[in-house]
Each structure stands twice: as structure tokens, then as C-alpha cells.
């Protein structure tokens, strides 16, 4: 079964940076599109940003130019870098592939 594992969360104050990766278990991440998405307290999850197999990325519009979706096949990770961070990116921070998720990590952005 494959298995994410997410890790990078912390706390940052409001403008800082954060680097969120996650690592897949088995081969296929190579051949799967990935996101990350998150989940704030008492709000619904949802999506943050996407990447295909080939690169292709796409965004939330609350996060775009501030943050970037990247992946290291050879590696199996994804990676999210988060610049310019706001308190309302505060929240769970989930790793997606197919039907599995991982266990979260989470980012607080303090004012």
C-alpha cells in the first residue's frame, strides 16, 4: 500500500517562508499527479496546488505567486514552497495521491 509522509510544518511569523515536503512510498509516484491541500480549523479541506507527472502545476488562486509546487521523481517527493506567508494560510497542511493522503502536517502563520 502506498504511504505519504509529509513533513516541513511549523511556525512562522506573517511574510516568512516554508518548505513542505512529502515522501511516497513505491514507484508510482512517477507516473501520478500529486497535490497538496489543506484543511483550517472548522473549514472544509481544500485544494492548494497540483502537479502532474509531466510538471504541468496548477493553483489555488489565494496561493498563486506566493507559493510553488515542485517534484523530484528520482526522489519521490513533492515539495511546497511557501513564501510570503499570511495567517489565513493557517491550517493542516495533506499530501494527495489517488485515494491516499497523508497524515498532515501542520503551518501556523502568526501576526
Known amino acids: 500500500q502506498v504511504q505519504l509522509v509529509e513533513s516541513g510544518g511549523g511556525l512562522v511569523q506573517a511574510g516568512g517562508s516554508l518548505r513542505l515536503s512529502c515522501v511516497v512510498s513505491?514507484?508510482?509516484?512517477?507516473?501520478?499527479?500529486m497535490a497538496w491541500y489543506r484543511q483550517a480549523p472548522g473549514k472544509q479541506r481544500e485544494l492548494v496546488a497540483v502537479?502532474?507527472?509531466?510538471?504541468?502545476?496548477n493553483y489555488a488562486d489565494d496561493v498563486k505567486g506566493r507559493f510553488t509546487i515542485s517534484r523530484d521523481n528520482a526522489k519521490k517527493t513533492v515539495y511546497l514552497q511557501m513564501n510570503g506567508l499570511k495567517p489565513e494560510d493557517t491550517a493542516v497542511y495533506y499530501c494527495?495521491?489517488?485515494?491516499?493522503w497523508g497524515q498532515g502536517t501542520l503551518v501556523t502563520v502568526s501576526s
Open positions: 513505491r514507484s508510482i509516484f512517477s507516473i501520478n499527479t
Open positions: 502537479i502532474s507527472s509531466g510538471g504541468i502545476t
Open positions: 494527495h495521491l489517488g485515494e491516499v
